[in-house]
């Protein structure tokens, strides 16, 4: 028999009826982003918004940075509308009033401490601490992970616990996006695939307020990624990846809250499975090598990806495609019986470990290099604090010297046009070469030492991060530069 001709302009029609409301949201919110974005990296240049080069930044040439903003902009100004719009989402949506404002503030504070750290640069500890406050005022507003669905068991209250898990899941997501942002086009496009199945799933259990929120954010990065995307013309700055974590993190914890169902509680988990397991690793590989937790690295998968020979735009895809099968394998278990979210779950798990072995986590040199890390982390942060205090181009070097000497580096020359500042003995050695780590402006370091010293991934990481802290205190001088040259 011959299918209805009708029936699809039909369903098409009742689609576009019955969630029309979504669609324009969805639609105009990436429209604004998509408009906006171009005025906003125009605004970003002549105000000095610019992430520069230098370190472990790929980039060239400075990027406009704290492009997040457009994007919240976009969002927030989206549910301001949608509660006056007089509807039946806008009425859903006020009966939530209270939790939607508590997400709005909190992320907005998450924001606040992005645009200091991305102007000015923020503590990591520092940074942690005010993540802890933001959460634990989160946790006031009645954003608790109060119990946990296991299927085949049952819900089963947390009591004492809750405090402890609802910082874990809103400090742990919020850090797993500000991992994840170390690729063009990277944290912004897991973030719609995470906004976007979350309102699916949202849509279809009539959580509205889940739904707008989440429809408003994926349509607002749908956007934003057409600027984003490598090569990037803006970054989301630790503004927007640290503002998506909290978003992400408060909306999905009060929808499984409120929903009680396995559904509202894994979808969450799989559509950030990426940035999860990129900071599980993370924290894994640092402990191992005593490093610090908040301490920089080029070990992130995407980093793995890319010295397997993958584009920036190749590995951001391959990661996309990974996060949709996580989303995809949790979605069927979700629909069908327990047993087959037991297999679901341990099948992800079995690609997550293949994937580990493949990249290359696995091994690891044992507690020899862990102590060899421990000394160099511990120079590097006394490195760091002298640089901060740095007045003069010659505290600058001494700053730099208090690492080179641990690290084995032979010499130091800190260059402006044609003035030098040196530390150390050049001595040419036949194995020698040279790090070129640019600074601010045309302020330039030259790093000589063995060739497996300066190419060493964990000393390149730590000078770079230096680095960027040395940038930071030269700009915020007066232009001065000895005119003698010295040795």
Request: proline residues 4%; positive net charge; charged residues 15%.
């Amino acid at each position: 028999m011959l299918a209805d001709s009708s029936a699809v302009p039909d369903a098409l029609t009742v689609l576009l009826t019955q969630y029309k409301s979504y669609i324009v949201l969805f639609c105009v919110a990436a429209a604004c982003t998509y408009l906006g974005t171009p005025i906003y990296i125009r605004l970003a240049v002549s105000r000095g918004w610019l992430d520069r080069p230098g370190g472990r930044k790929a980039h060239d040439s400075p990027v406009p940075t704290m492009g997040g903003l457009v994007v919240f902009l976009t969002v927030f100004t989206g549910i301001a509308v949608t509660l006056a719009w007089g509807n039946r989402v806008s009425a859903m949506l006020r009966d939530e009033w209270w939790h939607v404002t508590g997400a709005v503030v909190c992320t907005l504070a998450m924001i606040a401490i992005g645009v200091v750290d991305d102007l000015r640069g923020v503590r990591a500890k520092l940074k942690l601490l005010a993540q802890i406050a933001v959460a634990l005022a989160a946790y006031g507003a009645g954003f608790a992970v109060e119990r946990i669905t296991i299927p085949g068991i049952g819900t089963t209250a947390l009591g004492g616990w809750s405090v402890l898990l609802t910082l874990v899941w809103i400090v742990g997501i919020t850090n797993a996006v500000n991992f994840t942002d170390g690729l063009d086009g990277l944290a912004a496009g897991v973030c719609f695939l995470a906004a976007g199945v979350n309102a699916g799933v949202a849509i279809w259990l009539g959580n509205y307020y889940m739904a707008v929120m989440m429809i408003l954010l994926a349509g607002a990065l749908l956007g934003f990624l057409r600027w984003n995307f490598h090569p990037a013309r803006v970054f989301l700055g630790d503004a927007g990846s640290q503002g998506l974590g909290m978003f992400l993190a408060l909306c999905s914890l009060h929808s499984a809250q409120k929903a009680h169902t396995a559904v509202m509680i894994l979808v969450p988990l799989a559509a950030l499975g990426y940035p999860i397991m990129d900071m599980l690793l993370a924290v894994g590989r640092r402990t191992l090598r005593g490093q610090p937790l908040f301490a920089s690295d080029r070990d992130h998968i995407h980093h793995r990806l890319l010295a397997r020979g993958h584009s920036p735009s190749q590995t951001a895809i391959l990661i996309y495609a990974a996060s949709i099968i996580i989303i995809a394998a949790c979605l069927v278990a979700m629909t069908v019986n327990h047993p087959i979210v037991g297999i679901a779950v341990g099948a992800v798990l079995m690609l997550a470990l293949f994937s580990v072995r493949v990249l290359g986590y696995i091994e690891w040199g044992g507690w020899a290099e862990r102590e060899e890390t421990k000394l160099l982390h511990a120079a590097a942060n006394l490195a760091r604090l002298r640089l901060r205090n740095a007045r003069t181009p010659d505290d600058v070097l001494r700053g730099f010297s208090v690492f080179a000497e641990e690290a084995g580096f032979d010499s130091l020359v800190l260059q402006r046009g044609d003035n030098e500042l040196s530390w150390g003995s050049r001595n040419g050695a036949p194995d020698s070469s040279r790090l070129k780590l640019p600074l601010a402006a045309d302020w330039l370091l030259n790093v000589d030492g063995p060739s497996e010293t300066v190419s060493d991934a964990d000393r390149r990481s730590l000078i770079d991060d230096l680095g960027r802290t040395a940038a930071r205190t030269i700009q915020s001088w007066p232009d001065a530069m000895p005119k003698s040259k010295s040795g």
